[in-house]
């Protein structure tokens, strides 16, 4: 039976007026041969155009133009063996399914196929039912004669057969059945033609090339990975034909600069700061990156060296992996990173060979506790694909993943796919093509059907084949416009293309454990990691350790510890450092041989504070101690430099020429360097030192004490007291002379009133403070040593052209060259008993006039000359000593921490207490009290010591006064003149209690 007018295209057949034709004839005459015929003749047609070879994907949903649900139903209907409800019922609903696609003007009524069937043989209700489904395809394609939509093609380039692929096509069909189900107005059609491009860049190329060229595509959908994508871009911008990639995220296609290029995806490049965080967060300071050697995999490294650089992280080596990689060859890159001691990697590859990777990491042993692996995207979309044997291999590392709203849509589709593929999951790139393929619909139908055409410029190429004879799409401008403009709610959430690829504001954390990733947090880039997607601003300010950010982790090896990302390596290799034993201070370090191990035993205050140091880092650190004879300075710390030692450990200077080769910790001594110059004894004896402990003000104030004191007691007592008594100038005398006999406390007088008393006893207290103190003040100016420093600034060293004593140490040596100072002038010496011979001679006998030592020497040398020298100023500056190890060593950053924490907490005083006791309590600390002239610095005693006893004497006074001569003029307020007064003051007081005690005692004894 040849029947013409059936179109295949992607398993679909369409049908036209022609085919309509053949199928009624066909139903015409076979009712005329009843049942046998018929069904004879609908196998030759089905069997004749490949009905039963087509598959069932578009089952679920039918779409009239698809005749492959009419031609399955025909099919049922002739081989039906039984004729009842069961086929009226899927006519019934099959016509009702017509209506709610608008293919049918009305509903047929139900009871009218219901009354066929008691009326009709079996043949006649066959015919029947079959030419009412041959009456409503007449309709159907009748009307799309009419209004039929222009087909626009589009090609798709895509590894078929892979899980991937089956995935993605299935997410391309299905994304266009909806768009144009739920838009049956739509002006323009996709036709989609798939091609297999086998995993291969240069087929992948040549299929886009001869979609462009044979099937004058106008966009086309792929490929899978980057590498493929990077000549078909530079294709579809000759061409001007988009190329829509909703898996290719290398950033290095971004560098191609084609404007024809859209992502519908996210680029690698914007997962780079959620790994940074994540490394931020819990202060790792290396991290090795771990990547394929291809496109995909370069394309991150830039981007992610710029972000760990942000935050001071070191890339100490980079991992990179053939794509076509044996075991033994992935076994020798896992068995170099075991031997290193960076703990913390960041694995960027296709999933496919990251599964191979991690079963080798765990087979080897750098799965287990202590190591940290951080996977990109790349591998964490792809983990619902993987087996759990895969996943299991990768059990505690942490990844970044796309991360997908949830949304009714998304969940309608997910449903489809588990009813469609129960034993698969659906990945993000599943999402991605569904979307990429609903906005090129979209913008397809925005930019019409017009000008769908392809020009080749030179009427030279166009009988040209490939790349020369490679026409421009017309249609290529006005699409690229309206896809950048496409935007709308996707499954994959807000689509919308900012710069020709999405852009991610959310990133999901997970962990895997079990099969595939357990959430522990998100991504932004306003707020950083979040603990949820909906985490408030305000909330963030509260955070303080990883578990307010992060939910809780298991890490490899089953353990809830943060690992602390470096290690002494697995090699067994100790940590070989290096002591000096040419040490002239045994305070700072001091070796000693066991007489019975031959071993060298150090001991000091640097070993000791090393140890503290050691004790307080994050991890445990193995070290021996190795012994540095007969060896400088420089070249000591050259060894580091050379790889002899792994560290030094002792009183080494930090400077910036070591620096240069080596790394040092942060200082735990104070920096600089001091000037040490003798002292003598310099004060002059004058003849007035008598004076000097006295201010001339205190002096004055005493004089005119004395004096007031002598009036007040005389008004007190010379009218009551016979010993104040008498002529003027006897009284005078007196008065002076028990003023003055109160400084020597040996008064011959008597007192006797109240008043006068309580002035004397005032008078007294002060007079001792003052005799106290001045005596302690002029003995000390009388028989102490006052030392004066023979030269006070390195100035006055250079204006006298003076010989000055160095450490052997460059960086002084250096240092006093650029101060002015000759060669002549400069004088070396080794040990502290040479640098006090040299100032303990005269310069012009071989001597020098001062020495320049660093500020922890000068100590410990003051501390054992103390009256003979002394530090007058640090006029240059050093950083004092650190711990030496070699550039690029994770521990130097670790040992400054750990310094720190042992200079803030009590165990640095206890070793310097331990060291340096006996040295301070001999000797003031040199650096809190270095004073180059003494003499100057003599406070003497002034009012501001005494006023307070100055005042409550002349209160006193004061009203002793008062009270005196208000009784006095109390009882003679009779006398009018002051001559009467002044005379009546000078005679005693004959009714005073005290004259009456007198008197009452002395006729007592004349009556005895």
């Known amino acids: 039976m040849n029947i013409n007018g059936i179109k295949k295209q992607n398993e679909i057949i369409l049908m036209d007026k022609h085919g309509v034709k053949c199928v009624t004839k066909l139903v015409r005459d076979g009712s005329k041969y009843g049942k046998r015929g018929l ?60 209506c709610n696609k608008r293919a049918l003007p009305y509903r047929p009524p139900r009871f009218f196929l219901s009354l066929q069937v008691l009326t009709m043989t079996r043949e006649h209700y066959l015919a029947l039912n079959l030419l009412f489904l041959v009456l409503v395809l007449l309709m159907q394609v009748g009307e799309g004669q009419q209004n039929r939509a222009t087909d626009v093609k589009v090609g798709i380039v895509d590894d078929v057969g892979m899980a991937y692929s089956n995935m993605t096509l299935f997410c391309i069909n299905t994304s266009l059945s909806d768009f144009y189900s739920s838009h049956p107005e739509t002006r323009t059609r996709l036709v989609t033609t798939v091609v297999d491009s086998k995993k291969d860049v240069v087929i992948a190329a040549a299929a886009a090339l001869d979609l462009i060229t044979n099937k004058e595509v106008k966009a086309i959908l792929g490929p899978w990975n980057s590498m493929q994508a990077q000549l078909m871009i530079e294709i579809g911008q000759k061409s001007h034909v988009p190329i829509v990639s909703y898996s290719a995220t290398s950033p290095f296609l971004a560098s191609i600069r084609s404007q024809y290029f859209f992502r519908a995806t996210y680029d690698d490049s914007s997962q780079v700061h959620a790994v940074k965080a994540i490394i931020k967060l819990f202060g790792w300071r290396e991290v090795v990156p771990v990547y394929v050697d291809n496109t995909f995999g370069e394309g991150i490294m830039p981007h992610l060296t710029d972000a760990l650089q942000e935050i001071n992280v070191r890339i100490p080596y980079r991992t990179v992996i053939s794509p076509n990689a044996t075991g033994d060859e992935i076994s020798v890159e896992l068995l170099r990173m075991m031997t290193r001691p960076t703990r913390v990697f960041v694995v960027h590859t296709e999933d496919l060979l990251a599964s191979r990777f991690f079963a080798k990491a765990k087979e080897i042993g750098l799965m287990k506790q202590g190591y940290v692996w951080i996977l990109t995207n790349g591998i964490t979309d792809g983990l619902s694909l993987m087996k759990e044997a895969e996943t299991d291999a990768m059990q505690g590392v942490l990844g970044v993943k796309t991360y997908v709203p949830r949304s009714d849509k998304l969940e309608a589709f997910k449903s489809k796919w588990k009813n469609r593929f129960p034993l698969s999951d659906l990945s993000v790139y599943g999402l991605w093509a569904y979307d990429a393929t609903t906005a090129l619909a979209m913008a397809i139908e925005e930019a019409g059907a017009s000008n769908l055409i392809f020009v080749t410029t030179d009427d030279a190429m166009r009988n040209m084949s490939g790349l020369q004879g490679l026409g421009v799409s017309q249609y290529g401008p006005k ?102 034993t040419n040490n002239h201070f045994p305070q700072f370090v001091k070796g000693t041989k066991d007489p019975i191990t031959n071993s060298t035993i150090f001991s000091g205050f640097c070993i000791d504070y090393f140890e503290a140091v050691i004790q307080a880092m994050p991890y445990d650190v193995s070290y021996d101690y190795f012994p540095v004879e007969d060896m400088d300075y420089e070249t000591m710390v050259y060894q580091v430099y050379l790889g002899k030692y792994d560290a030094v450990v002792g009183d080494t200077t930090i400077s910036a020429n070591r620096s240069m080769y080596v790394e040092f910790s942060l200082p735990y001594t104070p920096s600089g360097v001091g000037l040490v110059v003798p002292v003598k004894d310099n004060v002059k004896r004058s003849s007035t030192i008598f004076l000097m402990p006295l201010t001339w003000g205190l002096c004055l104030l005493s004089l005119l004490s004395f004096f007031i004191i002598a009036v007040v007691v005389w008004v007190l007592e010379h009218r009551v007291n016979p010993d104040f008594d008498g002529p003027g100038r006897y009284q005078i005398s007196t008065i002076l002379w028990f003023s003055f006999s109160i400084m020597v406390f040996a008064p011959r007088e008597r007192v006797l009133s109240f008043w006068a008393r309580l002035v004397v006893i005032i008078w007294y207290f002060l007079v001792l403070l003052l005799t106290q103190s001045y005596t302690a003040s002029l003995a000390s100016l009388l028989t102490s040593q006052q030392l004066y420093p023979t030269v006070t600034n390195i100035n006055s060293l250079l204006a006298k052209g003076e010989r000055v004593g160095n450490q052997r140490s460059p960086f002084i040596l250096g240092r006093l060259r650029e101060s002015g100072f000759s060669d002549a002038n400069l004088v070396t010496y080794g040990s502290p008993e040479q640098c006090h011979e040299l100032l303990d001679t005269e310069p012009a006998k071989g001597g020098v006039s001062a020495v320049f030592m660093e500020l922890p020497y000068v100590r410990l040398f003051l ?115 002051l001559q009467g007064l002044w005379e009546k003051f000078l005679q005693p007081d004959t009714k005073s209690y005290i004259n009456q005690v007198k008197k009452c005692q002395c006729s007592n004894g004349s009556q005895s």
């Not at 100023?873 to 711990?883: I, S």
């Not at 650096?927 to 501001?944: C, M």
């Open 863 to 977: 501390g054992q000359h103390c009256n003979k020298y002394k530090m007058v100023q640090t006029p240059f500056k050093v950083d004092g000593f650190g711990f030496v190890f070699p550039i690029g060593s994770p521990l130097v950053a670790d040992v400054s921490r750990a310094i720190l924490k042992v200079e803030e907490s009590n165990k640095a005083n206890q070793l310097e207490s331990a060291w340096f006791k006996k040295i301070d309590e001999s000797c003031p600390d040199p650096f809190t009290s270095p004073d180059p002239n003494p003499s100057e610095s003599f406070r003497k005693l002034g009012i501001d010591s005494f006023w307070v006893l100055f005042v409550a004497a002349a209160i006193v006074c004061v009203t002793a006064l008062g009270k005196c001569m208000f009784h006095f003029l109390k009882e003679n307020r009779d006398q009018r003149n």
């Open 39 to 98: 069904g004879k003749g609908c196998k030759d047609f089905c069997e004749a155009n490949d009905v039963l070879k087509i598959g069932q994907p578009f089952m679920s949903e039918l779409v009239w133009e698809d005749s492959v649900p009419v031609l399955r139903i025909l099919r049922k209907q002739v081989h039906s063996i039984r004729f009842d409800t069961l086929n009226n019922n899927m006519i019934y609903d099959f016509s009702n399914h017509l």
């Open 479 to 580: 699409l690229l416009q309206t896809l950048s403009k496409v935007r709308f709610k996707g499954l994959s959430g807000d689509f919308r293309f900012i710069n020709r690829e999405l852009q991610p504001s959310v990133l999901e954390i997970v962990n895997v454990n079990g099969h595939g990733g357990r959430t522990i947090g998100y991504w932004t880039k306003e707020h950083g990691l979040l603990k949820h997607v909906d985490q408030r601003q305000a909330t963030t300010t509260t955070f303080t350790t990883w578990k307010d950010r992060l939910r809780p982790i298991i890490w490899p090896g089953d353990t809830t510890f943060v690992p602390k990302g470096w290690e002494i390596p697995t090699n067994g290799k100790r940590l070989k450092i290096g002591v000096p």
